[in-house]
């Protein structure tokens, strides 16, 4: 029901900055709200952590990663950012937007959804 589609990942050194970007889109109608956007990130081997989410009414981020990484949405275009400055190696992961709380032609979707991912390598 909903599709999901980031952009913005590839290779910087250490020290450098990046910048996400997510849109979503409904597959049977147009979104008119969504509740919840964030971002996550995984790297083979781990679990899922999380990044930043923005709830509208909250931000929370990813131990850590406060004043370094900083979510924004936009809502008129149903889209998600993640600013990444001073990037570590140990940044390096595929990033995963994600939305929970979609509203689409009047019906309530409150499951996750996920994008594909996108893969962040910081090295030198």
């Known amino acids: 029901q909903v599709q999901l589609v980031e952009s913005g990942g590839g290779l910087v050194q250490p020290g450098g900055s990046l910048r996400l970007s997510c849109a979503a889109s409904g597959t049977s109608g147009s979104i008119s709200s969504i509740n919840t956007m964030g971002w996550y990130r995984q790297v083979p081997g781990k679990e899922r952590e999380l990044v930043a989410v923005?709830?509208?009414?909250?931000?929370k981020y990813g131990d850590s990663l406060k004043g370094r990484f900083t979510i924004s949405r936009d809502n008129t275009k149903n889209a998600v950012y993640l600013q990444m400055n001073s990037l570590k190696p140990e940044d390096t992961a595929v990033y995963y937007c994600n939305t929970r709380g979609v509203t689409i032609a009047g019906r309530f979707y409150g499951m996750d959804y996920w994008g594909k991912g996108t893969l962040v390598t910081v090295s030198s």
């Open positions: 923005d709830s509208g009414a909250r931000i």
